[in-house]
């Protein structure tokens, strides 16, 4: 009987790859439902010839639910994680407008003022969406930017 070394038993790393973890309290259905949507929006966004991606399953730890996604390339990796990025920064800024817009509706003001402040606000936070993907699409390589602006839009909405 041969041992493995811990190298030989995890194989060899693919560069290109992101690890996801699955929530633990899911039955098969919700499983299958959020690695399909999570495929659907990897595909979207990173598979096409301009960033040369390709999304495949390189291994799944069943007792942590753990897996490993192969992006096919680094342009593709450096993207995903681009959007990641805009969509953590839009989801601090939203709690951040969401405790401005609270605090606004418990103060005693004018009604006219109390508009326009929130008016304010949500320009705030629409303000902050084209730029975060202004500057998500600007770091990017320009022949990302004509193809996946619609990809990246659609993945902030989905998370």
């Known amino acids: 009987m041969r041992f493995l070394s811990f190298k030989e038993f995890l194989g060899t790393e693919v560069a290109e790859s992101v690890v996801a973890k699955l929530p633990a309290t899911m039955n098969i259905d919700e499983a299958a439902k959020t690695m399909s949507n999570l495929n659907l929006a990897l595909e979207q966004a990173l598979v096409n010839p301009s960033i040369n991606g390709l999304i495949e399953l390189i291994g799944f730890d069943r007792g942590s639910n753990w897996m490993e996604i192969g992006l096919g390339s680094m342009l593709a990796l450096q993207f995903l994680a681009g959007m990641i990025r805009l969509i953590y920064d839009s989801r601090n800024k939203e709690i951040e407008l969401e405790a401005k817009r609270e605090m606004i509706r418990h103060i005693k003001v004018q009604n006219d003022v109390k508009e326009k402040v929130l008016e304010a606000v949500n320009a705030e936070l629409a303000e902050h969406y084209a730029q975060s993907v202004d500057n ?12 996946n602006t619609a990809a990246a839009s659609a993945i902030l909405c989905v998370f």
């Open 136 to 147: 998500l699409l600007s770091t990017s390589e320009s022949k990302i930017l004509n193809r």
